[in-house]
């Protein structure tokens, strides 16, 4: 039996958090699917984070308690999955880019809009702890994939920080 990541897991430094990441399982529902693609947002000196320009009514999730669902919506139409991480009060997260689903069905979800439309993952789940929770979760199964880093997708700002992360 594998176990859920616990708190103290995603409470440390969001580049390994994100690093770390890559391998592990995303359980929704009766859903699995093994990570493959993350991005890191660090704090409010991140230009690309949303916690950039401080504490609003959106981003106050991030600066709450690590291992919390951070779910928003952009261009209107896309929902996004991210994990609070780090200690309560600094805000940081990591995206979850990409999965590979493979129960029940085998297929890649390649972008987190895509992701969360056909996972069901949507502002519901905003703010749900997934260190406590056996239907919306992250399991370690044992995987420690090879990665590359690379410049974070579809922003403008912090252009030069290598903090996407991808299974190779």
């Known amino acids: 039996m594998f176990k859920i990541l616990p708190k103290t897991f995603y409470e440390r430094n969001t580049l390994i958090v994100s690093q770390e990441l890559l391998g592990k399982v995303l359980c929704f529902g009766n859903i699995e699917a ?9 704090g409010e000196d991140d230009p690309a984070c949303h916690a950039a320009k401080g504490i609003t009514p959106r981003t ?10 951070y779910v928003y919506l952009i ?5 996004c999955l991210n994990i609070v991480t780090e200690q309560q009060g600094f805000p940081a997260a990591v995206l979850i880019r990409g999965v590979y689903q493979y129960s029940p069905l085998q297929v890649l979800l390649d972008g987190p809009g895509k992701l969360c439309r056909t996972l069901g993952i949507n502002k519901t ?9 056996k239907s919306f979760c992250i399991i370690d199964v044992g995987n ?14 912090g252009t030069d920080r290598l903090w996407r992360y991808l299974e190779v």
Do not use: C, L, W
Request: charged share 15%; no cysteine; hydrophobic share 30%.
């Open 125 to 133: 789940q905003n703010g749900q702890d997934v260190t406590t929770n």
């Open 60 to 69: 106050k999730i991030m600066y709450g308690s690590a291992g919390h669902a």
């Open 34 to 42: 093994r990570i493959i693609e993350t991005e890191a947002y660090v």
């Open 144 to 157: 420690t994939p090879k990665f590359i880093n690379t410049p974070r997708i579809g922003i403008s700002k």
């Open 75 to 79: 261009y209107g139409m896309y929902y």
